[in-house]
């Protein structure tokens, strides 16, 4: 595509816009044609600085950060995503998943892109944190940095207190790094696959039902734990069939 093409496909607006937060109009183009967006916006952040000499925590501000953002459907999203990453990153752009939505609801996904190929800039754009179970974002972001010593993912969507990742190597110790999970963001199975065993078998079709019946069965521990303990080998099996994880703290 010529750069001619490429800006006869813009509104005067968003060449505007482009020029001002200092994109590429070809990434205007290339984002707008394959999200299908009619409209294409931008939103800015400022970016956190943690002030390691404070100790109550307060978080300094930085530098303005720019996205471009467009909606798609949420069915083929990570398609349309990991399609505008092999196009994008060679030119310096990241996308990522900034509003990942769930079946049930009747709206798009909303992809970001970030002038940045840094793998954890859609995490710090978003600032996410976990202020209800007292992580801030500065130690999500080194327990992330620590993951990537030991395998390999990228991070395909961030908010404000979520993170989606894809697993291109796993962990050694599924079990082990199931259980770690656990700790780094409870409601994993709190709020997740513990709720489907112990409450909510109505939602699981006969096979599910019998998997868990099953494994209930063949654990020989105590009762009392014996929920939870089902719960996060269910959670390492399932990251370990799908090379996704997705974190969040509400």
Aim: glycine letters at 6%.
């Amino acid at each position: 595509m010529t750069e001619r093409s490429a800006a006869l496909s813009l509104t005067e607006q968003e060449r505007a816009e482009a020029q001002r937060i200092g994109f590429s109009e070809r990434t205007f183009v290339v984002v707008k044609e394959a999200t299908g967006a009619e409209v294409l916006d931008t939103i800015a952040r400022e970016e956190q600085v943690e002030d390691l000499d404070n100790v109550d925590g307060t978080r300094k501000t930085g530098r303005t950060l720019h996205a471009l953002i467009a909606t798609t459907a949420r069915e083929t999203s990570e398609d349309v995503l990991i399609g505008l990453r092999r196009e994008l990153l060679p030119a310096g752009y990241l996308p990522f998943l900034i509003d990942r939505t769930f079946p049930f609801q009747d709206r798009p996904d909303v992809i970001a892109v970030l002038p940045d190929t840094d793998p954890l800039a859609p995490v710090r754009f978003c600032g996410t944190d976990a202020g209800n179970y007292d992580r801030s974002h500065y130690d999500i972001l080194r327990t992330l940095e620590g993951w990537r010593s030991r395998f390999d993912y990228d991070v395909l969507g961030a908010e404000h207190d979520s993170i989606y990742l894809r697993l291109h190597t796993l962990p050694e110790d599924m079990a082990a790094f199931a259980a770690e999970l656990y700790d780094f963001c409870p409601d994993l199975i709190d709020q997740g696959i513990g709720c489907f065993i112990e409450e909510g078998a109505e939602f699981l079709n006969e096979e599910q039902r019998t998997d868990i019946e099953g494994r209930f069965a063949a654990d020989t521990g105590d009762e009392e734990g014996k929920a939870q303990r089902v719960a996060l080998q269910i959670l390492a099996e399932t990251i370990e069939s799908s090379r996704r994880l997705a974190l969040w703290w509400d």
